[in-house]
């Protein structure tokens, strides 16, 4: 009887992992000589042009007497600068994640009448199928929300007549749908979790079509539902902040390279969700605050200038924390000197951290801003500039919110799913040609040997 289980590496597995990364390895020197981009960047980082897209613009340059000068970060929503945006949500005091959806989908910002409909909209698409949570979210609950969160999408493919159904109005349809329940089916999945792995008490609040996005998050994961208004406020900010950043983005490219096959949106947005989940990607932010645990319990002053550099120089030398030489949420593959989102950030975090009664740790995080950009200029050739990214952030503020680890990358999901819906539309609309670039094979060729005479 075989008793070998899904989780146990043996012996023969060892061995034959060994052989399979030995033939993978290719001379690093083949990638020059072939002028190969690897990750579709240059040396400076820059991306391969794949598409073009009419959604957002990320800017971190501009052009001067035909030089690229490098610029303060800009990032534009269907033409529109991200801080007016911001902005003008703040002056009349209401939530935007709505909004800024309609926006993104539809090229235009609403009208008074056409966000009250859109928002009435979003909210009836929040209830799930009959037993669902009982059949399908209870059933099994995985460790990590994002393989939760894309079981249950690619499960509701079975409660749609029109599943595959690639028009525009059913694709709209469906993306629609899916924004909608992003956070029911998340923090199902984390009660799920919590109460059978954790032993927690189990907490399934049904959904309240009026609330807003960020404020329907708070209601379902929190015991009592309840939130102030200043923790409502800046989730919302950190949503929108998070909806959209370009075509060439690891998930969104995966959504463009997904359905230019024609697949359907379930499978669309479960392939994004994967990509996603990486910690060079949405998993960003959890290490983030991890490494700034590990510098908390480190250093016996968080004010000592010199002790934090010298923590950082460690960072860069593989002697603290993951060793992995890199100091999290510092540098982009975009934004050289600033990144908006960060800069739109740190001035709500600061509010948050006052009523949260975390000053000193905020003053932590900016002293790091600011020191970490010097002591990686000293320590390493860089070839454009480096800033704190959105990821630096957004971690912090999810732990003030008391946001469990486990859903920080969900909640990136949650926003992202705009941006990966518009982004869907904008393929299946220009009916452009299945991606597929091209790879270069360096193998030599072989003669067949048969098995008898092989050793």
Not at 137 to 162: C, E, G
Request: proline content about 4%; some cysteine; glycine content about 6%.
């Amino acid at each position: 009887m075989n008793t070998t289980t899904y989780s146990e590496i043996t012996p023969e597995i060892l061995n034959l992992a060994k052989q399979s990364y030995e033939t993978s390895q290719i001379n690093q020197e083949l990638y020059t000589k072939y002028e190969v981009k690897r990750g579709l960047r240059d040396i400076n980082g820059k991306g391969v042009l794949a598409g073009l897209t009419d959604i957002s613009e990320v800017r971190s340059c501009i052009v001067v007497d035909n030089e690229m000068i490098p610029c303060e970060g800009k990032l534009f929503y269907r033409g529109y600068d991200i801080e007016e945006l911001i902005q003008g949500l703040l002056k009349d005091n209401r939530y935007g994640f709505e909004e800024i959806t309609y926006l993104l989908l539809t090229g235009s910002l609403p009208t008074a009448a056409e966000l009250s409909s859109f928002s009435e909209l979003l909210g009836s698409y929040r209830s799930l199928p009959t037993s669902f949570v009982r059949d399908i979210i209870m059933k099994a609950p995985s460790r990590d929300m994002m393989n939760t969160l894309a079981r249950s999408v690619l499960t509701l493919y079975s409660y749609d007549d029109r599943a595959d159904d690639i028009t525009i109005p059913n694709v709209l349809r469906q993306c629609l749908q899916l924004i909608a329940l992003f956070p029911v089916l998340s923090v199902y999945g984390y009660q799920a979790y919590s109460h059978y792995h954790d032993g927690n008490s189990l907490f399934i609040h049904p959904p309240v079509p009026d609330l807003s996005t960020a404020e329907s998050i708070l209601y379902l994961l929190r015991p009592d539902s309840k939130y102030t208004e200043l923790e409502a406020r800046i989730l919302d900010i950190a949503l929108i902040l998070h909806m959209e950043h370009g075509g060439g983005n690891n998930s969104t490219f995966t959504t463009h390279v997904v359905s230019s096959s024609g697949t359907d949106t379930y499978s669309s947005m479960a392939a994004s969700l994967g990509s996603l989940k990486g910690p060079r990607h949405g998993g960003a932010n959890i290490k983030v605050v991890r490494m700034f645990d590990d510098m908390k319990s480190v250093l016996t002053d968080w004010k000592d200038e010199d002790a934090i550099q010298a923590y950082l120089r460690d960072l860069l030398h593989k002697e603290a924390f993951d060793h992995a030489g890199l100091i999290y949420g510092m540098g982009h593959a975009v934004y050289s000197i600033s990144d908006p989102r960060a800069n739109i950030f740190k001035s709500f975090v600061h509010s948050l951290a006052k009523e949260k009664g975390r000053e000193e740790e905020f003053q932590l995080y900016s002293a790091v801003e600011r020191l970490a950009p010097k002591v990686i200029g000293e320590e390493r050739r860089i070839y454009k500039g480096v800033s704190a990214n959105v990821d630096f952030y957004s971690g912090f503020v999810y732990s003030m919110l008391d946001l469990p680890t486990e859903l920080f990358t969900p909640i990136f999901a949650m926003a992202r799913v705009v941006g990966w819906s518009a982004h869907r539309i904008e393929e299946l609309s220009n009916n452009g040609k299945i991606i597929r670039p091209a790879y270069k094979s360096v193998a030599g060729h072989q003669k067949y040997t048969p098995l008898k005479r092989r050793k």
